[in-house]
């Protein structure tokens, strides 16, 4: 089981590295996606006793990280016609090292955690600093308001894969509404990106500086 | 009916309340306003003149009269009223320049009719009396620092009153800013005292210095000195004072150097030397050095104003300073055991602070009266007044001769009680520190010389030779009421100089609630009229003595010409003009003129910035054109104030680079601060 | 019961303003929501209802103790709004409306919230909650001000999901069973796992801090509250921000039973200076009054940081200070949206003169500036003065000396740019501005009142708050 969980967390891993380097939004949005969709089946492999709920989640997780947001970021992609190129302010190389350094440095502060040991063999700990640091890189360091989004997915993912060590504590229903928040959240960042690009023709965040001192 | 000294405070607080309320009430009508507002003014203070006076003369025996405010209405705080020596003193300061003040204004805010809302100005003149008067009978902390605030508050509305000249919006907000940085230091070094008695009254506070650590009890005295010096505009902070009064009107500006900056000697003595405790040396003789400092450099920078108003504020700074010399030896005298010398130089103090009130109010109220009838405050446009207004400029010379403490003027009696103070404290310690007196000593003679000059300067240039603009020209006295306003002062200046010993007489229960003795026995002599001295070395002075001397004297001149030179032809012709055809204004003597010398010999101090623009076509000795220029900065202003300035504004402009405008900026700080958070927790 | 009505009256009227069909009567249902709400938080106020110790929402001290002045808040602000939504007739108003209701309930949840789980969420939903809010005036700046207001705020509450969790897990390590109640976290006291806690704190710190304002997360405070509407802005800096500021207060006390009570009062206390100095410094520069409101929130924030790092006294000093800031920021922003209304404009360039043109509105601006920067007799010259005198009794003269000087700077800018706008004579832009604009009762009486509020709290603290806060510091911070 450790195993297979551990496969899993590291791809999600590489996919953060996959998506600091994608140099075209639509293949940074297809990384995003599937760290989603890596991320919605870990908690089968986690849960003890298949309950419904669990499946439910799992599904709805899949389906709305994999999917339904990614859908709907490609969609304004589509509408905006604007250039795919992802324009980083962090060049690319500079920040696949960032985010290996990141992952390293996970590794290290998950190790100087004391960990439960059920968790003590997994990746769980470092992969969620890693994609969390590697979501705030995105966010930092891309000019395009879809690959800051995308960054913003990436770091929830990374919260999600924290998340999961709770998972037999946690309620459902708080998972469940913590989920629909966030899921909220980024429907109305999505909202907004589609205002700005309507107002301002551009999705280009760097323009956004007319409120300043 | 018995009127004691509280129902008469009582009735002084409403009526300046109602007075207040009525100046709201009346916006739109000014003529009523300002009968009703100055009136009532003028009937408060009255009545807080009786109490006050009632007070002080009911002797050491007289119970402290205490009271609380709006019982009913606030339940959880209680804001006590006490009235005891201390209290009653600056009461009196406070009662008595609000009656002349407000007799004043009856005529000098028709003025503003039409122009104004004379309401507004009256209403907010009462809250100020109010709020001054409220502050030195407050019995508790909670009212003192209310009512400092609110004084505050209502002064700035006061000197802001005519905000539509950029000038008065500068010193309006200056003035402000001080005040709040003095509120600042002032609560927080009664957070230090409170902190010790666990208690907000006053009486609980009583020599809480005892039982405070020397640590604390130094940092609260140096908070004290910087709160309440900045009020009483001490050197270096006094730099809103010069900016601030003269832009007020004028019956403010009166108010406000005449009372309100002694709102900080009161603040100062009543933390000095009833909460503190016995003062260790170093505390008498910082107050000393900076009340000479204040005295010598105001003086100085008056000298070389040609602003009328701007030169009696900087006078306000130099008698601060002499107030504080007094006080300052008062401090030192605690300290070596010498409890009579103390009470001399805390007497010297206070009666320095009564006297600066009233000349320094009669000359605010006399320049308001120059300024009602020129409509400038520029001494080099104005000249010859004398002849178009004479009462104004007798009062104005009876309050010149005063400040110049010249006998037997009020002035004079106080400074020469200082003098006493500092030369008798030679003796009285072996320290090397002792030598501060005499230097201090021979300071204050400078400062009356200079100040003398002065005076000679803003009599001399104002009223006396030839109007030197249209405005002087056609100026005419002022009314009735501004003359008995100023007659009032200018009277109390006489009487506080001829009868300094039944003065001293009614400070008694002051000096016996504070220190513990009284000077009145140890003064006088026998026939009540001669202030003695304390030791053999002293000297001996009697005020009424001299003036009687000089009004016996008076006859003998004409007696002389009487009898020598009656038959003599008298011959009357022009004055010599150098062959000139006729006298001009532009050849009399200029304020800058007369204060050249002076400017010259403090050069180093003054740094004057001078500019000469000469125009000529042929020749250098044929000008066609020629621009002087000439001023004279602070030098705390170049050196300190500006600095300053300048440091908080690079920072403020250097840290508005973080927020540029960028999201990601926004999100690294954000990312940077949880690292830094995470290495300093763990 | 009464405690679910709070939540649930404000979202019942939130679906019957989104069915509602006409613009004119619709903002009436706001000042009738606050109605009930302020009724009810009295009530419950006065006669605190038992608390259920296990229960997930419930009207315990700490919500007892600031509640209440969200609710009066909420209701200035809604009078206030009927009068504003006619002015702006030419925006719908639906939205909106729905969205300041559903802010209003999720407020009422936030405060009443005792799961970390729950805390969050109903954090969250006032972030979002808030967005359209922001954008009301449709402009292209105020969708850039919502688009830093969310990514921003997105990025801290997501890091404070991230310190819940750790929080939890810090519960599951030390053996307990990851219950993110705040009873059991602090019943498990010492039991949690040090490390973890630690971590949780700092996250839950930045995250909630950013919420709050506190710098340097306060970057998208000037941007919200200079493009949203005042009333938007009363309510932002005067109540969402208290429900991340309750969030921090109780964590803090989860903190201090595990042990690491030291730690988390001085990263309060750093951060609170911070906040004040930093924000001081940009009041000395700025041009624009609506983000100088911004500004000053980021100092209030600064002092209640301060006063929750300085213990139980300090706590005190600053559930005061939330409500006397709450009241007094709501006069402010209302008196100034009034400023901008009439002005034309939002910088000292544009503006001057106002107490020509809106002389009331100008001298209430005037007074409320006096009441925010600690002038006596006001609110938050007594709240601020009691977390001065937490410092000296806690021996922190240092800390006591910054928060001085910071106050004094904060001071300076405010008193200089208020003046530049209330002094002189009006510009020419103010003329051709919204003629619409008069000084009402609907529009010049809540702010007033507020004010009048913060000044009857100053004189005259009511004995029943002093209870309720002294009994949220002792539920806080049980004495040993």
């Known amino acids: 089981m450790t195993g297979a969980l551990n496969l899993l967390v590291a791809l999600a891993m590489g996919l953060n590295l996959l998506a600091l380097g994608s140099s075209r939004l639509p293949s940074l949005i297809r990384a995003a996606a599937v760290q989603g969709m890596v991320l919605g089946v870990l908690p089968l492999l986690l849960e003890h006793e298949f309950h419904g709920l669990v499946w439910v989640v799992a599904a709805a997780t899949i389906a709305i990280k994999g999917f339904v947001i990614p859908g709907l970021l490609r969609r304004a992609l589509r509408t905006a016609h604007i250039d795919r190129e992802v324009e980083p302010l962090l060049g690319f190389i500079p920040s696949l090292l960032l985010g290996a350094m990141a992952a390293i440095g996970a590794v290290a502060f998950a190790g100087a955690l004391p960990l439960r040991p059920e968790h003590a063999g997994t990746l769980l700990v470092p992969g969620a600093f890693a994609t969390l640091v590697g979501g705030l890189l995105l966010l930092m360091g891309r000019s395009k308001a879809i690959a800051q989004v995308c960054g913003y997915l990436i770091l929830e993912n990374g919260i999600y894969l924290f998340g999961l060590l709770l998972i037999h504590a946690t309620p459902l229903i708080v998972e469940a509404g913590i989920l629909l928040d966030l899921t909220v959240g980024v429907f109305v960042i999505g909202i907004i990106v589609d205002r700005i690009q309507r107002e301002f023709d551009t999705l280009d965040t760097r323009k956004l500086t007319s409120l300043r001192e | ?682 | 019961m009464k405690e679910l009505a709070l939540i649930a009256v404000p979202f019942v009227a939130a679906i019957a303003a989104l069915l509602w069909p006409k613009d004119e009567t619709r903002p009436w249902l706001l000042p009738a929501t606050g109605v009930v709400h302020v009724a009810l938080t009295m009530w419950l106020l006065i006669a605190p209802p038992p608390v259920e110790p296990m229960a997930w929402v419930a009207f315990d001290p700490l919500a007892r103790a600031v509640l209440p002045a969200v609710s009066v808040l909420f209701l200035a602000c809604a009078a206030y709004a009927v009068s504003y939504l006619r002015l702006r007739s030419e925006r719908p108003n639906r939205v909106f409306v729905a969205c300041l209701l559903a802010v209003l309930g999720l407020l009422s949840a936030g405060h009443q919230a005792r799961h970390l789980g729950l805390l969050w969420i109903a954090t969250e939903a006032v972030t979002l909650a808030a967005v359209p809010l922001l954008h009301f005036n449709n402009t292209g700046r105020a969708f850039e001000a919502t688009w830093k207001y969310l990514l921003v705020g997105g990025t801290g509450i997501a890091l404070s999901l991230l310190g819940s969790f750790c929080l939890g897990y810090a519960s599951l390590h030390g053996g307990g069973g990851g219950d993110l109640t705040f009873v059991a976290l602090t019943a498990q006291g010492a039991g949690l796992s040090r490390p973890w806690v630690l971590t949780a704190w700092v996250l839950l710190l930045v995250g909630y801090g950013t919420k709050m304002g506190l710098a340097p997360m306060h970057t998208w405070k000037p941007d919200a509250y200079g493009e949203a509407p005042g009333i938007v802005g009363a309510l932002l800096a005067g109540a969402v921000t208290t429900v991340a500021f309750t969030a921090v207060l109780r964590v803090r006390a989860v903190v201090d039973a595990a042990g690491a009570g030291v730690v988390a009062g001085r990263t309060l206390i750093v951060i609170g200076l911070f906040s004040m100095l930093v924000a001081a410094l940009f009041l000395l520069g700025t041009r624009d009054f609506k983000r100088m409101l911004a500004y000053s929130s980021v100092e209030h924030m600064g002092i209640l940081s301060l006063g929750a790092g300085l213990g139980g006294a300090g706590v005190w000093a600053a559930l005061f200070h939330v409500w006397t800031n709450a009241l007094t920021k709501g006069a402010v922003f209302l008196s100034a949206g009034n400023i901008r209304r009439a002005g034309g404009g939002r910088t000292q360039d544009e503006v001057a003169g106002m107490a020509i043109l809106t002389p009331v509105s100008a001298r209430i601006f005037v007074v409320c500036m006096l009441a925010i920067t600690a002038c006596p007799p006001f609110g938050p010259f007594f709240s601020e003065l009691r977390i001065l005198r937490a410092a000296f009794a806690d021996g922190q003269g240092a800390v006591a000396a910054v928060f001085l000087a910071a106050l004094l700077f904060a001071f300076l800018g405010l008193s200089r740019l208020v003046f530049a706008i209330v002094d002189g004579r009006p510009r020419a832009a103010a003329k051709k501005t919204d003629r619409r604009f008069r000084e009402t009762a609907g529009v010049i009486v809540p702010p007033l009142v507020l004010l009048g509020l913060s000044l009857w709290l100053g004189v005259a603290t009511p004995s029943v708050l002093q209870e309720a806060w002294t009994a949220a510091v002792q539920a806080l911070f049980p004495l040993p």
């Open chain 2, 1 to 682: 009916m018995n009127l004691t000294p509280a129902m008469l405070l009582l009735v002084s607080l409403c009526g300046y309340a109602i007075g207040a309320a009525g100046g709201m009430l009346l916006l739109r009508r000014e003529r009523p306003a300002n009968v009703w507002c100055f009136g009532v003014a003028a009937l408060s203070g009255l009545s807080g003149l009786l109490a006050a006076l009632l007070m002080l003369a009911g002797g050491t025996g007289t119970g402290i009269p205490q009271f609380e405010l709006f019982r009913p209405l606030l339940p959880y705080i209680h804001f006590s009223v006490r009235l005891d020596a201390l209290s009653a003193f600056f009461l009196l300061i406070v009662s008595l320049l609000g009656l002349a003040i407000s007799l004043f204004s009856l005529g000098y805010a028709k003025g503003f009719f039409g122009r104004k809302n004379v309401g507004v100005l009256g209403a907010l003149f009462n809250a100020l009396l109010l709020a001054t008067t409220t502050m030195f009978v407050a019995g508790d902390l909670w009212l003192f620092l209310i009512a400092w605030e609110l004084m505050a508050l209502t002064a700035f509305c006061l000197v802001s009153f005519e905000h539509e000249k950029a000038e008065t919006r500068k010193a309006g907000v200056l003035y402000f800013i001080m005040s709040h940085i003095d509120a600042g230091c002032i609560i927080l070094g009664f957070l230090l005292l409170f902190q010790a008695s666990g208690d907000y009254s006053f009486t609980s506070l009583h020599d809480i210095g005892a039982k405070m650590s020397p640590g604390k009890r130094d940092a609260a005295f140096l908070l004290f000195l910087v709160g309440f010096g900045i009020k009483a505009g001490i050197v270096p902070l006094h730099i809103w004072l010069p900016a601030a009064h003269p832009v007020a009107p004028s019956n403010v500006s009166a108010l406000m150097s005449g009372v309100i900056i002694k709102t900080g000697i009161y603040g100062f003595t009543r933390v000095c030397f009833d909460f503190l405790g016995t003062p260790p040396l170093w505390w008498g003789v910082t107050v000393l050095t900076v009340g000479t400092i204040s005295a010598v450099l105001g003086v100085l920078y008056a000298l070389m104003e040609h602003d009328l108003k701007r030169l009696l504020a900087y006078h306000s700074i130099e008698n601060i300073g002499i107030i504080l010399m007094g006080l300052g030896a008062a401090l030192m005298f605690l300290h070596t055991g010498h409890p009579l010398l103390a009470t001399l130089g805390l007497i010297a103090g206070l009666y320095h602070t009564i006297n600066h009130a009233t000349f320094k109010g009669l000359l605010f109220l006399g320049a308001g009266a120059v300024l009602h009838a020129t409509h400038t405050r520029n001494m080099e446009e104005m000249g010859g007044l004398i002849k178009r207004m004479p009462q104004t400029a007798f009062f104005f010379l009876v309050g010149a001769v005063a400040i110049s403490a010249l006998p037997p003027l009020n002035g004079f009696v106080s400074e020469w009680l200082t003098y006493q103070a500092l030369l008798q404290g030679f003796g009285t310690t072996e320290s090397l520190m002792r030598l501060i007196f005499p230097l201090s000593g021979a300071m204050l003679a400078l400062t009356g010389a200079l100040a003398a000059a002065c005076f000679v300067k803003a009599f001399g240039i104002t009223f006396l030779a030839q109007p030197r603009s249209a405005h002087a020209e056609h100026a005419h006295e002022v009314s009735l009421t501004m003359r008995l306003g100023m007659g009032l002062l200018a009277a109390v200046c006489v009487v506080l100089g001829l009868f300094p010993t039944q003065f001293v007489r009614l400070l008694d229960p002051l000096t016996q609630q504070i220190i513990g003795q009284q000077l009145s026995a140890q003064l006088s002599l026998a026939n009540g009229l001669v202030l003695g001295s304390l030791t053999a070395k002293g000297g001996t002075v009697s005020t009424l003595g001299l003036a009687s001397m000089a009004l016996c004297l008076l006859p003998i001149p004409f007696g002389l010409w009487w009898v020598f030179a009656r038959k003599t032809k008298v011959r009357r012709g022009p004055t010599w003009d150098c062959g000139q055809r006729g006298l001009t204004p532009r050849m009399e003597y200029t304020a800058t003129g007369f204060s050249k010398p002076i400017r010259m010999v403090f050069k180093a101090l003054f740094q004057p910035h001078r500019e000469v623009q000469r125009e000529y076509d042929f020749s250098p000795y044929f000008a066609k054109n020629l621009r002087f220029e000439s001023h004279v900065e602070e030098v705390f202003e170049r050196r300190i104030y500006r600095p300053a300035r300048i440091l908080i504004l690079r920072a403020s402009r250097r840290i508005r680079t973080l927020q540029a405008g960028s999201v990601h900026a926004y999100l690294l700080y954000i990312f940077v601060t949880l690292l830094a958070l995470l290495l300093f927790a763990s």
